[in-house]
């Protein structure tokens, strides 16, 4: 019996091997957007606290009253840079689940059409077959 072979094989293989390379990029991707807003919540509750603990101090001098308000400042500028690296991960991240979503249309054009080569494949074999056992079916009654 013969066997079923896909011209296209290896492309499909490069095509299912991006398809790998774009799932890990956007796993990458992914990870530094966590990361990022776990460092964005961190820096939100320190200054909270910071703000918490400013009101609550009542005999505080006036240098330490300004070097609090300058360090509050500070920490919301960080988060200021923070969020706008976060909203450039965010992009980067929509991007790569772009390019993901592509790769994989382009690997699935490619086994539906190895799929449907496989059916066309297995019909011919079975109308091989069947002419086969007729021919010897028509030997067997003309003798």
């Known amino acids: 019996m013969k066997k079923f072979a896909f011209r296209l094989e290896p492309l499909l293989k490069i095509r299912s091997e991006k398809t790998a390379e774009a799932k890990d990029m956007l ?40 070097a609090n308000f300058h360090h509050l400042r500070a920490v919301a500028e960080e988060i200021k840079q923070l969020e706008k690296e976060h909203a450039q991960v965010l992009e980067i991240e929509s991007l790569r689940r772009g390019i993901l979503s592509e790769a994989m249309k382009q690997e699935k054009v490619l086994d539906k059409l190895k799929e449907k080569k496989k059916e066309q494949f297995l019909k011919d074999v079975a109308h ?16």
């Open 27 to 66: 796993g990458q991707a992914m990870q530094v957007r966590i990361a990022k807003e776990r460092t964005i919540a961190e820096k939100k509750q320190y200054s909270l606290e910071l703000q918490k603990k400013g009101v609550h101090e009542t005999k505080i001098s006036v240098q330490e009253l300004a």
């Open 128 to 143: 091989e077959e069947n002419a086969l056992l007729e021919d010897i079916a028509q030997r067997r009654v003309s003798r």
